[in-house]
């Protein structure tokens, strides 16, 4: 009898840790504004190619000199290709792996985000240099971790 209302009690401590904890996470992931434009950050690694957005990674536009780029990284490359993007684009990068852990990383300006499977991560940047900006990976991810990268190209 005495032990069952003490497991009442842990379990009660226990909900309102978790309630108390879900919501700080929510307020600062509110405030900080972190939500990608999908509002999806989690996914099944095992389903990327078939969930949105990145059943079509590459680039949309979605307003004024203004576009979501949505990458997949998986062993070794990242997907699109060759990215090209008009001068002043503001790009909404969206990215997810579909295996191990990567990292992004566009050489030349402070774009670098850990890339997490099951997990999206997305980042804002505005190019306002004309030029080729590579892409790299920067977390080692295997045998082909040194050959992982592609290209921006900024065109005027
Ligand atoms: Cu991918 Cu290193």
Same mark, same amino acid.
């Given at each position: 009898m005495h032990l069952h209302r003490l497991e009442k009690v842990w379990l009660l401590i226990g909900i309102g840790t978790l309630v108390m904890f879900l919501t700080i996470v929510g307020i600062s992931a509110f405030a900080q504004g972190h939500h990608p434009p999908s509002d999806l950050t989690t996914?099944?690694?095992?389903?990327?190619?078939?969930?949105?957005?990145?059943?079509? +990674?590459?680039?949309? !536009? %979605?307003?004024?000199?203004?576009?979501?780029?949505? #990458?997949?990284?998986?062993?070794?490359?990242?997907? +699109?290709?060759?990215? !090209? %993007?008009?001068?002043?684009?503001?790009?909404?990068? #969206?990215v997810t792996s579909k295996d191990v852990v990567h990292g992004l990383e566009i050489v030349g300006t402070n774009v670098n985000m850990m890339v997490t499977p099951g997990h999206v991560n997305s980042l804002t940047h505005t190019f306002h240099k004309p030029g080729s900006y590579l892409i790299i990976c920067n977390e080692y991810c295997g045998t082909g971790h040194q050959m992982m990268s592609t290209k921006i190209e900024v065109t005027k």
């Open positions: 996914l099944d690694p095992q389903k990327v190619d078939t969930t949105e957005p990145f059943n079509q +990674p590459g680039l949309k !536009k %979605i307003g004024d000199n203004e576009y979501e780029l949505v #990458i997949v990284s998986q062993a070794f490359a990242f997907m +699109p290709n060759d990215i !090209k %993007i008009p001068e002043g684009a503001k790009v909404h990068i #969206i």
